[in-house]
């Protein structure tokens, strides 16, 4: 149907809109459909951002304030700002951004050091960051594995025998004389849950500091590809870099006689 319309249009005369006649020409030019339509479209933008302005200014609260009313001024009818925005260069952001990693890095570091720290000093004692270990013992027969006891193999008491440290024998128990209040092993209590909630906080604020980092390692390296592969090349020796520059050399073959 398409080949039949295109048909019908062979013979079809083309309508032109006239020019302006001779006797007119003092007038100007004579406007055309095309002109018209460009006309019309300002005219519409312009009508509509006036009608958007007189909505603001009637939505607009008498008593709202924002800081721009003490930074800006009236200069010919026209706001503009009493100090300006520093602008800042490509490169002085990039170096700006490579110095907050860098300061995001050593945070990182600092905290990683203070989390071994507490944990080498608390040793994970009855707490829920503790290894799920076991202590393993071997016997020679099924009948030493029903008459086993950890008690009397530890030599230890048995409110102490689930201990990971300070497993005290009896022997050491009978040669010590402790003289330990309620008020003084609720104060150790209080000082060891005040540790590990401290590590806690810390470990939390560690997987922050490494989701931060890595965020803003991806982001350097999307706006700065080239780096990337410069640190692909700087992986391989100076011998190998040769020996690969030589393999892509045009290697002359003598022609066969």
Not at 88 to 95: C, F, G, H, N, P
Request: net charge positive; glycine share 2%.
């Amino acid at each position: 149907m398409s080949s039949w319309k295109k048909s019908s249009k062979v013979g079809q005369v083309q309508h032109r809109e006239r020019s302006q006649l001779a006797s007119r020409q003092h007038l100007g030019l004579l406007e055309k459909k095309k002109d018209y339509k460009e006309r019309a479209i300002d005219y519409q933008t312009k009508g509509n951002v006036i009608r958007e302005l007189k909505k603001k200014a009637l939505d607009k609260n008498p008593e709202e304030y924002y800081f721009n009313m003490v930074n800006t001024k009236l200069k010919g009818g026209v706001h503009s700002l009493k100090k300006k925005y520093k602008e800042y260069s490509d490169d002085q952001l990039k170096l700006m951004q490579t110095q907050d990693l860098k300061y995001i890095k050593y945070k990182h570091q600092m905290e990683r050091k203070k989390i071994d720290k507490l944990q080498s000093s608390s040793h994970l004692i009855d707490t829920e960051f503790r290894p799920s270990t076991s202590h393993i013992f071997f016997v020679d027969s099924q009948k030493q594995v029903e008459k086993f006891d950890p008690v009397k193999q530890m030599r230890t008491h048995p409110s102490l025998i689930n201990r990971r440290s300070n497993r005290l024998t009896i022997e050491q128990l009978k040669s010590m004389k402790l003289n330990c209040d309620d008020e003084q092993i609720n104060k150790f209590q209080k000082q060891r849950k005040k540790k590990y909630t401290e590590l806690q906080k810390r470990i939390d604020r560690e997987k922050k500091l490494q989701q931060v980092e890595l965020a803003m390692e991806d982001k350097l390296l999307l706006k700065n590809p080239k780096q990337n592969d410069k640190k692909d090349d700087d992986f391989w020796s100076d011998d190998e870099n040769e020996k690969a520059n030589e393999k892509k050399k045009t290697k002359v073959v003598p022609r066969k006689k």
